[in-house]
């Protein structure tokens, strides 16, 4: 008898404790969060599976941080990330007033969904795109509809020419690489004076237009950019949006609203230091765009087709292999790619352009793979 109360004693606290997390649990904000390309910590391998540089970064930022004293870390950082800000705008000739900088562009991007996508009515963004927008767009809670792409990944124009609570478009898009014509940007952030259109220039460096021509012209229009691709950076996290000052401010106050010192004092002075290396930087580039013409002749050669990347990466699929099979043996081999067993474009893969002995064991191994 004793036994058989202490049981039901038992049930009843399982019970409640079962209530509890269902009351709080209900209260959770609930999201599915974005999945990044995998870091894999094995030594040797190659890794083409999210878009870093294969070069180092500047030579003036290991200098730097050679000299980088740990007693400064006492204090906190520079809030207005002064020496980066400096650099970055004498680089693009606009004024402090006209840039937001961030831990990352995702940290910028996320502060620009928060501050400027609170309309009721939907944000558009391409169904095919860069990841993280839904991510974000579910995280709180705006409003979203994606644009299909045509069936040769191109955005139509005419989609985002409806009312709308808010634009977003990579340039060049991911993972496509294609990149869109700067007046067919333009006649989109013209036509939506309504709302803030992001263009997401995380490629643009390697071969791209950049629409920071415009935001003189359109208070609409936030252009934002990324040290993680093209500056060699991606383990600083340092991103930037352009745009005019109102924008920027009000990025800042909601910024301010949230964390002041977002960016340590490491990533403002390193990140200096590869701004100011205009001549590393375009030689940099330079090799990547080199190396990614030459890779597409021979993808080409063995079978595969791409749309014509601008980017640092080719998104390919071959004729007769699966990409999930390809992807699946280069791994073996030690080779990391990108592959999204998602809805029309299960059949690519989104292959990083890395240095030129990287790409040339890539395509001995994908020649082998294919004729196999
Ligand atoms: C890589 C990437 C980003 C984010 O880069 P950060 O490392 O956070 O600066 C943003 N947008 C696109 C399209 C990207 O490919």
């Known amino acids: 008898m004793h036994k058989e109360l202490e049981n039901t004693h038992k049930e009843l606290e399982n019970t409640h404790k079962e209530l509890d997390s269902i009351r709080w649990e209900g209260n959770v904000r609930r999201v599915e969060p974005y999945v990044p390309g995998e870091q894999p910590k094995k030594p040797g391998i190659i890794k083409l599976n999210t878009n870093e540089c294969p070069y180092p970064p500047a030579p003036g930022v290991r200098e730097k941080l050679s000299q980088m004293d740990a007693d400064q870390f006492r204090l906190y950082p520079d809030t207005s990330a002064g020496a980066l800000a400096e650099a970055l705008c004498e680089y693009y000739h606009i004024s402090q007033d ?3 900088i961030g831990v990352g562009s995702d940290d910028v991007l996320a502060m620009a969904f928060l501050t400027f996508f609170n309309s009721e009515k939907p944000i558009y963004f391409p169904d095919i795109t860069y990841s993280f927008y839904d991510v974000w767009a579910q995280l709180y809670r705006i409003p979203y509809e994606t644009k299909t792409l045509t069936g040769d990944f191109k955005i139509r124009k005419e989609d985002y020419l409806e009312e709308n609570g808010g634009i977003i478009i990579p340039n060049p898009n991911a993972p496509t690489g294609i990149l869109e014509e700067l007046e067919v940007l333009e006649e ?4 939506n004076p309504g709302s803030v259109v992001i263009i997401d220039e995380a490629y643009v460096d390697f071969g791209g237009r950049s629409c920071l021509e415009l935001i003189g012209k359109y208070d609409n229009l936030l252009v934002v950019q990324t040290f993680s691709k093209s500056r060699s950076m991606a383990g600083m996290r340092i991103g930037f949006a352009m745009g005019n000052p109102k924008l920027i401010s009000y990025l800042n106050d909601a910024k301010f609203s949230f964390n002041s010192y977002t960016m340590n004092m490491p990533s403002i002075v390193l990140g200096a230091e590869a701004v100011k290396d205009t001549a590393y930087f375009q030689e940099t580039v330079g090799k990547i765009i080199a190396t990614r013409e030459r890779v597409k002749m021979e993808l080409k050669k063995l079978g595969f087709s791409f749309p014509d990347s601008k980017g640092n ?7 007769k292999v699966a990409a ?12 990391f790619v990108r592959f999204w067993d998602r809805q029309r474009i299960d059949n690519h893969l989104r292959i990083t352009v890395g240095t030129e002995e990287e790409m040339d064991i890539m395509l001995a191994h994908l020649k082998e793979i294919v004729e196999a």
């Open 313 to 319: 990466f080719i998104f390919a699929s071959h004729e």
């Open 188 to 191: 989109i952030i013209g036509a």
């Open 324 to 335: 999930k099979e390809i992807f699946a043996a280069l791994k073996e081999k030690g080779i």
């Open 98 to 100: 006209q840039l937001f």
